[in-house]
C-alpha cells in the first residue's frame, strides 16, 4: 500500500506561506502587522500539521520566529543614540530581509519556469 501524500501547491515553504498572506492582507512587506499575520499563519499550520506531520515542523519554527518578533516588539526600547541606530531597532527587518531574497528567488523561478513553457510551446 502507498502511503498518502498531499502536496500543497500553493505554500512551498513556511516563507511561501508568509509570503501569500502578506500580499492577501494587501500590506506592506516593510511593515507587517504581525499579531494578525501571525494568527492567519498558525490557522494555516493547524491545517498543515493535520495533512502531514511531518512538514509541519519548518512551519512551526517560522511562527515561533514571529511570535519572537512580536513579543520583542511589545518591550520598551532604550533611547536612540543618532551614531548607535542600526538595524535592531526594529524586529521585523531580519524577517523582511529573508522574505525579500525569498520573493526575489520565487519570481526568478516563476520566470524561468515561463520561458521553459514558452521554448516547449514552439
Not at 18 to 29: A, P, S, T, W, Y
Request: charge should be negative.
Amino acid at each position: 500500500m502507498k502511503d498518502y501524500r498531499v502536496d500543497l501547491d500553493v505554500y512551498n515553504g513556511p516563507l511561501d506561506l508568509l509570503l501569500f498572506l502578506i500580499r492577501r492582507e494587501e500590506v506592506d512587506i516593510y511593515d507587517i502587522p504581525i499579531a494578525r499575520i501571525t494568527k492567519q499563519y498558525v490557522q494555516y499550520v493547524q491545517v498543515i500539521e493535520r495533512l502531514d506531520p511531518n512538514i509541519a515542523g519548518d512551519f512551526l519554527v517560522l511562527a515561533a520566529t514571529l511570535l519572537e518578533i512580536k513579543s520583542r516588539s511589545l518591550l520598551p526600547r532604550p533611547p536612540v543614540v543618532e551614531e548607535d541606530e542600526d538595524d535592531l531597532t526594529d524586529p521585523r527587518l531580519e524577517l523582511v530581509r529573508q522574505l525579500l531574497e525569498y520573493k526575489k528567488f520565487k519570481d526568478a523561478a516563476r520566470g524561468l519556469g515561463l520561458a521553459v513553457a514558452v521554448q516547449t510551446w514552439r
